[in-house]
């Protein structure tokens, strides 16, 4: 079945600082990936997605490329803000059709704080 | 006006209490998801619907069931709660045709069984 592997987190870093969240994933026929952001108290949120093989999603100064020989979709921003402390979910939806078309698959999840 | 909403925001309830949560959205989607977030497991999906005549379970269907009454609304319920079913529970859409599959997210609901 489909699955999805984020870093453990959580991960503390300054402000200004580089990051990067990693995550692979295994999947049947050529999934769909995304990063979802969820705020403090808030619900989740699309902050990027990719639907092809090299494809590159980007967002509010967030990366993240499709990379089906290592099969990754490593989240990446080169300059964090405080804003940007909120917890990052990695997901992938599977386009092979059957039973899990469509249905998303989580990573668990990887706590960011920054700090000023 | 938010497109994906969900009642109540937050509820406690006693153990052996039914609960249902309700999830209505205005995207004109036909797919129609719930999941429950737990601390470290991510989210995890409950029950999905492709249309207003299909239900399926996901990977932890056990103690819940689900009603489609319309296209555009989707019900939970916990017939008989129990206090390992508190967590953060989430609806979700998606659109049949979009390539991506891009599911779209309700603010949530907190659910505390004492």
């Known amino acids: 079945g489909n699955s999805v592997t984020q870093m453990e987190g959580p991960v503390t870093l300054s402000e200004e600082a580089f990051l990067t969240i990693n995550c692979t994933y295994t999947a049947t026929g050529y999934p769909s990936l995304f990063w979802y952001v969820q705020y403090p108290g808030e619900g989740l949120q699309l902050l990027l997605k990719?639907?092809?093989?090299?494809d590159k999603g980007s967002n509010k100064g967030f990366e993240a490329t499709y990379r089906k020989e290592t099969t990754s979709f490593h989240l990446e921003k080169g300059s964090v803000q405080v804003s940007d402390s909120a917890v990052y979910f990695c997901a992938l939806t599977s386009n092979a059709g059957g039973t899990s078309y469509g249905k998303l698959t989580f990573g668990q999840g990887t706590i960011l704080t920054v700090h000023p | 006006d938010a497109d994906v909403t969900q009642t109540p925001r937050n509820r406690i309830t006693k153990t052996g209490k039914r609960i249902m949560l309700e999830c209505s959205q205005t995207?004109?989607?036909?797919?129609m998801y719930w999941y429950r977030q737990d601390p470290g497991l991510g989210l995890r999906l409950i029950y999905y619907s492709f249309d207003v005549k299909d239900i399926n379970k996901g990977e932890i269907s056990d103690g819940y069931s689900v009603s489609r009454q319309a296209q555009a609304k989707f019900s939970l319920s916990l017939e008989s709660a129990i206090p390992n079913q508190t967590a953060l529970y989430f609806c979700a859409t998606s659109d049949f045709g979009t390539r991506s599959n891009e599911q779209f997210f309700g603010p949530g609901t907190r659910l505390t069984v004492l």
């Open positions: 995207k004109g989607h036909d797919r």
């Open positions: 990719a639907t092809k093989a090299d």
